[in-house]
């Protein structure tokens, strides 16, 4: 099984700043790679799909880019409304896998 | 726009079964371009896919290896919607439990149901 690592686990920022969110995959994989934003007590919600296709009515600071094992969601300018959980998600031949998070904190 | 809205108990003992539903609105469970699936999230487990359902000329599931031998995922055409059972279970299988959908043009889910938590106890 293909496992999807996330880093960092937890990362502080402030209003304004520009950051990085790195996901890895244990081997090469298509570009079948998803982001999602997820706020305390409700669903995922879709971000980006196809490694760097921006989902309808998602805000244009949210992009992602990224081949191979690695793949990164960037956010070019930080609202109070991104402090969440974002998670990476892969799907290969009729499965799912999940990273297991970073946490973005208000610094 | 699509919406999908969960209902079951809250509360199942262990070694029973864990049973939820999914009603679809602003799509077919018979859709040729989705699939529908169960999620869940536990502090343990982080997000874990369960597995789908899904039309393609004829009915097909998907299940993840860690469910397969107690999961049974069922489409109901008449009432447009989606259930779930998980046999047998433990305390470990207490988590939020979430329908999606995934649109296999993006093979991403798109359409999440509002959660369901689920505490197995006696």
């Known amino acids: 099984d293909i496992q999807m690592t996330q880093s960092p686990s937890t990362l502080s920022a402030s209003v304004g700043d520009r950051v990085t969110i790195t996901c890895r995959a244990s081997q090469s994989i298509s570009g079948w790679l998803a982001w999602y934003q997820q706020k305390p007590g409700k669903a995922p919600n879709l971000l980006i799909y196809?490694?760097?296709s921006l989902e309808s009515g998602v805000p244009s600071r949210f992009s992602g880019s990224g081949s191979g094992t690695e793949f990164t969601l960037t956010i070019s300018s930080l609202q109070p409304d991104d402090f969440a959980t974002y998670y990476c998600?892969?799907?290969?031949?009729?499965?799912?896998?999940f990273g297991q998070g970073t946490k973005l904190e208000i610094k | 726009q699509v919406q999908l809205q969960q209902s079951g108990p809250g509360l199942v003992k262990p070694s029973q079964t864990l049973s939820l539903t999914c009603a679809i609105s602003g799509d077919s469970v018979s859709s040729n371009t989705a699939a529908w699936n169960w999620i869940r999230q536990s502090p343990s487990r982080g997000l874990e896919w369960l597995g789908g359902?899904?039309?393609?000329?004829?009915?097909?599931?998907d299940y993840a290896v860690s469910v397969r031998s107690r999961i049974t995922i069922n489409p109901d055409t008449s009432e447009n919607q989606f259930s779930l059972q998980l046999i047998s279970v433990t305390p470990e299988d207490t988590a939020v439990y979430y329908c999606a959908r995934v649109s296999y043009s993006r093979g991403s889910f798109d359409y999440w149901g509002q959660g369901t938590l689920v505490t197995v106890s006696s």
């Open positions: 196809q490694a760097s």
């Open positions: 998600q892969h799907y290969t031949s009729h499965s799912y896998t």
């Open positions: 359902t899904y039309y393609r000329s004829k009915w097909y599931n």
